[in-house]
């Protein structure tokens, strides 16, 4: 029970805070949980199509053009599309991070991801046409410019003091047949719905089953490698 709340610390605490406002604001307390439904329910039908998506670009994609065009070796030019894929992106912030992470581990440069992050956050074209709408074109214009160049200073800083090997660290729960690199894992569950007999989730990270190597389906194991949208399985 200890380890559940420890590995699930965050939920208990979201629970607990609407705990306190059920007994000391109650409208306040539903008005929260109608938001954070909404918010759910958009994650729940926005997410399974992401990761479809990375899965289909992790496919179509191979590293070495990944490397070529958005990579360190790319320079302004890869900043310059790092840009573009961030502004003509749609969907929440959230939505950006899988593809980061397989673009990151196909060679993109940290300073590219900060870029494509930030854009997709900030400075992406259907916001910029509700901003015209509401705050009008030059309001937009000149916080489009000074953007635009907060986030290039930004992401030359996190380059400089982020390195490639700060978010790519082999750590595995498993090291016979399989291996899951638990900083790549983001806990889709996919693996699970693909080999429930081998894989399972925990504390929001995927885990091996205690199961012989020999016991292991390998067709089903590959099934599960192929759709991971982060390839965070390993042989």
């Not at 978010?167 to 690199?181: C, P, R």
């Amino acid at each position: 029970m200890i380890k559940k709340i420890k590995n699930n610390l965050f939920t208990v605490i979201i629970i607990l805070a609407y705990i306190t406002l059920l007994i000391f604001n109650k409208p306040l307390a539903i008005t929260s949980l109608k938001n954070s439904g909404y918010y759910i329910k958009e994650m729940l039908i926005i997410m399974p199509i992401i990761f479809v998506l990375t899965a289909l670009l992790d496919t179509w994609i191979n590293k070495e053009t990944i490397m070529k065009f958005l990579g360190k070796e790319s320079k302004i030019k890869g900043s310059l599309l790092a840009f573009v894929l961030g502004s003509v992106s749609a969907g929440p912030i959230y939505a950006a991070f899988p593809i980061c992470v397989m673009l990151h581990k196909k060679g993109a440069s940290i300073k590219n991801i900060v870029i494509i992050l930030s854009t997709w956050a900030v400075v992406k074209v259907p916001m910029l046409i509700n901003e015209v709408k509401f705050l009008g074109f030059h309001f937009m214009i000149i916080r489009w410019v000074l953007t635009l160049i907060a986030i290039f200073v930004f992401a030359s800083i996190m380059n400089s003091f982020i390195k490639d090997e700060d978010l790519l660290v082999d750590e595995a729960y498993y090291d016979g047949k399989v291996n899951i690199n638990i900083r790549a894992c983001i806990g889709c569950g996919i693996c699970k719905a693909k080999y429930p007999e081998l894989f399972e989730i925990d504390g929001k990270k995927a885990h091996i089953k205690d199961i012989e190597d020999k016991d292991i389906d390998n067709a089903k194991l590959q099934n599960a490698i192929k759709n991971c949208p982060v390839k965070a399985i390993k042989e």
